[in-house]
């Protein structure tokens, strides 16, 4: 999920369950710490033909890097080699005279060239500048450790020079990115695929995820720190096939279910600094993954004693989804951003969410049952209801495609959600997505997120070569672009897509788009 | 003295004395902290009668600012009543929804108006803009208590949130200065003058010595915190008749003398942290002020043992100086940045540094004899020769005034140093301090420290009413301008003066400002 959801100025009402909230304290992960040291020193430079018309190409080895001293004005940019996310530290030397005056330094970190070439000053996106890694430090007195107390997400450093006086000048040394993550890399599945570049996703992708595990799932290091409930569901599925640490998808379902509404209603995501916080963005299909993540959950540990403390909160999503059906059993739509989909500003999204709704209803269904509850028959009876009424009130016979909203929008988010959902028979329901593709209608997706919905729509259907080519498509052009980890938003028709505003503050480790493993592994691609 | 002395740059060897290092270590003084709220909420408006043309009008009470939340692009200044140095810390709370995005704020501290009111990029002057106290602070977590690790000298504090996000504000809670000092102000000495003027200066004289009292006699808090030895020998005598930590100078005597060059010459300033370093510049007349500082010293505390010790360290000063002398007996000029005098850019050196020769040898002399030293013979032989070449090579009979270098230059400095050093009889000295009122040379005084020296000339030579004319002028002119604690330069007739290039970078507390104090209470004005 992207952050800063639009503005929900309701004042929401939190229920706190303390006990719930110990739980998850009680698992919090241990966090696995390595020392990093840059690989070489790069230059940025323009190029047509690269991502964002920038390049980083080396300049010098590394080694050269404590010989040189910086004056006023002067610059170098550091290349960690990878992806890194963690804290970072080095030493300043004084070069000459005593230092007679303070020294003011800028760093500068961006996962991507782009972030060393264009000034974060050009930036005007509508969210916070103030995501944007930078520091500006003022040292009294040299030699001097610095050690920078917050987390950065990057592989360049850039270390500018503001001003020294005109009698010294400084050098650099140790400098050190102390990475940090709870994924348990000696606890990770070994993986080998005859293809190379699905092996290639593979990897990133689980480096991508790698960097996402925190203290939480998070959504993405560079930016948004947050627990968000779509990343959950998706981070857990990897996780699965990957670290393993199920304990961690445990904590992040705790976390949810301890701060709902007072309707019971959890939200989209969850502030766990200073301490845990319920953000008041809430989404219909967001909810309703909590009940889709502890089906997950369940399926792949069995724990019955967390589906038994879990499941009120799970049958009260659906239970306040269902409150949203109309008399036809259609969900209403309305203009505010009350379910989330895609970032397409053009979707509607009515009918996605009504297919959201359906597949998660297929889940409680059987969570239901295995918890021996009664809402299991309730259940059953409006998931035909709605089916119907989806088939009846959503389906354009003659185009073959599901329409969404009064304008009857037609999108690949439908067809996408609706074959998830599995609405139509399996022959038809292939059909579907085939159609899907040779319409080719112009709402599209905009997201790594919504192309993981379209490449498994294509699997569950029956589609595996089309998914296989779709998914070496997509995440191999940003392996071809550069992508050290997968990228928040790729569009290969606009590479300078941002939701925000700017390129300059997309995030480019980004935790929705590291499910191809959890494909390519799942489904034996 | 002001900061970043011209640039030499020849290799000294510095020969430590780690006994006297070990003194001066045991004789740090007790720093005393005092936690200061600001007073009020002021703004800043343009004024063409005010000094830098600013002027800091009330706004608000500080009590309506726990009320006031801040978003992107809001500011407030806060007035913290008088100037203050310290260490400045803060609540942040948010106001709104979570915040979803870090917080950047930016601080700007003041010791005058146009701080807050022009901004710190428009600086262009030489010598370096880390001086400029600012700082941007990325707040990932809120609410948070701020705790600035950097020390400041101000008496405006701007806050500025250049960032929030659009789901919150900030409001600022429990903003603290807490000042620190080395001056014990329950050891003042009381002090009440018939002259109400009079009265208001010594008390601001002594407000600025006790912000520039830390853990040595600093130059200015705000820019320079070295210890110089020209503004050493100032703060002495004040402190003598104010807060008398003698020990205080005894510990800054030991740190010159512990770290000498190879031929004994003492620096002009010393770094402090992170250890003791001598400054690689060298003044003729600072050197000559180790030995002044020393007999003031004697004279105040009769401490013979620490006159025994520092005796030959103030003796070499003298030898060193007498190396420069011409054949005439006059010192020879030079280029270089050899003396400092005075900030004024055209004034020679030559002939006021041979008033200070004389006026070092003169206290030499008596400190010799003291310790019962050899040399006190021979210093008064050469003081008879340079006395007399002085008066052959340096004075000019027909203006009656003294000349300096080879363009033959009539200073406002040489005849002060000349008069300060007695070379004329008495009646003769008092002459030269008329003719030079009356003669009004071109190159005049720009500093504070040279009006100090043209004070006490007058004093000296008897000229009692025109020195308290002067000094409330001068001083009183900087009051009117509305000085909290003196400043590092005023020029009345041109009060953007800065040596620096920009009247931003000036420091407006500054040691050698404070000296009215000792000029009132010494000589009972």
């Given at each position: 999920?992207?952050?800063?959801?639009?503005?929900?100025?309701?004042?929401?009402?939190?229920?706190?369950?303390?006990?719930?909230?110990?739980?998850?304290?009680?698992?919090?992960?241990?966090?696995?710490?390595?020392?990093?040291?840059?690989?070489?020193?790069?230059?940025?430079?323009?190029?047509?033909?690269?991502?964002?018309?920038?390049?980083?190409?080396?300049?010098?080895?590394?080694?050269?890097?404590?010989?040189?001293?910086?004056?006023?004005?002067?610059?170098?940019?550091?290349?960690?080699?990878?992806?890194?996310?963690?804290?970072?530290?080095?030493?300043?030397?004084?070069?000459?005279?005593?230092?007679?005056?303070?020294?003011k330094l800028k760093l500068t970190f961006g996962e991507m060239p782009v972030e060393m070439a264009e000034p974060f000053s050009s930036y005007e996106g509508w969210i916070s500048s103030s995501w944007l890694q930078e520091e500006t430090l003022i040292v009294d007195v040299l030699p001097r450790q610095v050690k920078l107390p917050r987390r950065y997400s990057f592989r360049y450093l850039k270390l500018e020079v503001l001003d020294t006086s005109r009698k010294y000048q400084v050098s650099f040394r140790n400098i050190t990115c102390?990475?940090?993550?709870?994924?348990?890399?000696?606890?990770?599945?070994?993986?080998?695929?005859?293809?190379?570049?699905?092996?290639?996703?593979?990897?990133?992708?689980?480096?991508?995820?790698?960097?996402?595990?925190?203290?939480?799932?998070?959504?993405?290091?560079?930016?948004?720190?947050?627990?968000?409930l779509g990343d959950l569901r998706l981070q857990a599925l990897v996780n699965y096939r990957t670290f393993r640490n199920n304990d961690l998808v445990k904590r992040c379902l705790y976390l949810f279910a301890s701060v709902p509404d007072e309707s019971g209603r959890v939200s989209a995501n969850l502030f766990i600094e200073p301490h845990l916080i319920a953000d008041d963005t809430y989404l219909f299909d967001y909810s309703l993954f909590f009940t889709v993540t502890l089906y997950d959950y369940y399926l792949e540990t069995n724990d019955e004693a967390t589906l038994n403390e879990l499941w009120p909160t799970a049958r009260r999503q659906v239970e306040l989804a269902l409150e949203r059906l109309d008399e036809r059993g259609i969900v209403k739509d309305d203009d505010t951003w009350w379910s989330f989909i895609d970032w397409h500003e053009q979707l509607n999204k009515q009918?996605?969410?009504?297919?959201?709704?359906?597949?998660?209803?297929?889940?409680?269904?059987?969570?239901?049952?295995?918890?021996?509850?009664?809402?299991?028959?309730?259940?059953?009876?409006?998931?035909?209801?709605?089916?119907?009424?989806?088939?009846?009130?959503?389906?354009?016979?003659?185009q073959g495609l599901f329409v969404s909203g009064d304008q009857r929008q037609v999108s690949w988010a439908t067809q996408i959600w609706m074959a998830l959902a599995e609405v139509l028979p399996k022959d038809e329901n292939k059909a579907l997505m085939l159609r899907l593709l040779s319409a080719n209608p112009e709402v599209?997706?905009?997201?790594?997120?919504?192309?993981?919905?379209?490449?498994?729509?294509?699997?569950?259907?029956?589609?595996?070569?089309?998914?296989?080519?779709?998914?070496?498509?997509y995440w191999g052009g940003m392996l071809t672009d550069g992508a050290d980890t997968f990228w928040e938003l790729y569009d290969p028709q606009n590479k300078n897509f941002s939701p925000y505003g700017s390129h300059l503050i997309n995030s480019y480790c980004h935790a929705w788009s590291c499910t191809p493993t959890y494909l390519i592994r799942q489904y034996e691609l």
């Open positions: 999920m992207g952050d800063q959801a639009k503005i929900q100025s309701a004042q929401t009402t939190i229920v706190r369950n303390d006990a719930f909230i110990q739980t998850a304290d009680d698992l919090k992960p241990s966090l696995f710490y390595k020392g990093i040291r840059p690989t070489q020193i790069v230059r940025v430079q323009s190029d047509r033909t690269a991502m964002h018309d920038w390049r980083a190409v080396p300049e010098a080895e590394i080694g050269t890097l404590e010989n040189r001293a910086f004056g006023k004005g002067e610059s170098v940019i550091l290349d960690f080699g990878d992806h890194r996310v963690g804290y970072v530290s080095f030493d300043i030397k004084p070069v000459g005279s005593p230092p007679d005056a303070p020294l102390t990475t940090v993550t709870s994924a348990d890399l000696s606890n990770t599945l070994p993986f080998n695929h005859a293809d190379p570049l699905l092996q290639e996703i593979d990897r990133v992708s689980v480096k991508t995820l790698e960097d996402c595990m925190q203290d939480v799932f998070e959504d993405g290091p560079k930016r948004d720190r947050r627990l968000w009918a996605p969410s009504q297919a959201v709704l359906i597949y998660a209803l297929k889940r409680a269904i059987p969570l239901a049952k295995a918890v021996g509850c009664k809402q299991s028959a309730n259940f059953e009876q409006r998931l035909t209801v709605i089916e119907n009424a989806t088939k009846e009130s959503l389906w354009d016979a003659e599209g997706p905009t997201t790594p997120y919504m192309y993981h919905h379209f490449v498994e729509a294509l699997i569950v259907v029956g589609c595996r070569e089309e998914a296989v080519d779709r998914l070496k498509q």
